[in-house]
């Protein structure tokens, strides 16, 4: 997958985009195009699996995301980090489709859900639950490339370059 660099110097390594996506617990914020032609972002729960490179989320069938995911599969993803002292994150356009094998739904929105909740809380059991009658979707995101930024790459030589090309 291709990486480009959201500030010259800042980018990170395709290995360091996949850990920030593994470990973060961010919301991804997720870029859609309704009906009328109009952008939405929705920002959702996510899982990433780092050896396929690809984004699971859940939502609610009759939602608007799934309305404009059927319609349309491009979108665009943005996860940021919320430690504001340190301004990273990775963003890009991808293509999404509707994750139809039960089996497979099931996984990743354990995936999901187990990345922000406890096992046995209530929400986890009641949202799998949702998944499992066929009220909830699972989605999958295959991103088409990631552009990146980590503000702890950056060098006195890049703060020069930066300020100069300001001038």
Known sequence: MRIYEADKG?????????TFLEES????LLGTV???GDPNIHAVWYYFDAKQARFYFITAKGSRKAKSLR???SVYFSVDDDDRSELRGVRGKGRA???TDKKTAMS?????LLRYLKPRN???LEYAEEVRRGNSL???ITPAYFTTWDSRNQTAETIAKQKAAAI
Do not use: F, G, H
Request: glycine residues 0%.
């Open 108 to 112: 990743m929105a354990l995936n999901v």
């Open 138 to 140: 699972v989605v999958e």
């Open 34 to 36: 309704d009906k009328d």
């Open 71 to 73: 319609r349309r599969a």
């Open 25 to 28: 617990k961010s919301n991804l």
């Open 122 to 124: 209530s929400l986890t």
């Open 10 to 18: 800042l980018a990170m390594t395709a290995s360091q985009a996949k």
């Open 97 to 99: 489709r509707i994750i």
